[in-house]
């Protein structure tokens, strides 16, 4: 299983994303959160101010980061654990620093998600909840159970090595 940290950076009612290269194996040619793998002995914060660093140019304020869920994709050796953050306060202005990775990044705003292609369509969800965005808050929920309407939480280690109850979705 690969696991994985995103951030999400928001900045006058629009999130920040990063367009991935038509050229990448995994997941190409999509709008992504800004993110990257978690190394052998780091935690999701720690990768996750690392790759907001390599890939942005900013340092996050760790201590303003909240985890906004849990996205789980593919199986077997390509199993992706994606955890999701937002990132309230850091430092820098953003540019692409991993022009390799990205082709394009943009801010966009909450209404104009629905019309991008997303890595995962459920980020669109997952950004709508955040409390700058309540206005354009859904009134469903998203469901936290599989396509056979079991919970899978406890299947992922990654999960189960966290002691979070935000919100998760596979």
């Known amino acids: 299983m690969h696991v994985v940290v995103t951030g999400a950076l928001v900045e006058n009612g629009s999130v920040l994303l990063v367009h991935r290269r038509p050229t990448k194996r995994a997941y190409p040619d999509v709008w992504d959160l800004p993110g990257g793998q978690v190394e052998a002995g780091e935690s999701e914060l720690q990768a996750l101010a690392r790759e907001m660093h390599e890939e942005l140019g900013v340092h996050i304020v760790v201590e303003s980061a909240s985890r906004l869920g849990v996205v789980h994709d593919g199986s077997g050796a ?44 459920v980020l669109a969800a997952m950004v709508r909840r955040l409390p700058e965005f309540e206005c354009a808050r859904p009134h469903q929920d998203v469901s936290d159970r599989n396509q056979d309407g079991r919970a899978t939480r406890a299947g992922c280690r990654a999960c189960a090595a966290t002691n979070s109850s935000s919100r998760w979705w596979d």
């Not at 992706?80 to 943009?106: C, K």
């Open 78 to 121: 390509d199993a992706v654990h994606v955890g999701v953050w937002q990132i309230g306060d850091w430092v820098g202005s953003p540019t692409n620093r991993a022009p390799d990775e990205h082709d394009d990044i943009a801010w966009v705003g909450i209404g104009e998600l629905a019309g991008l292609p997303l890595v995962h369509g």
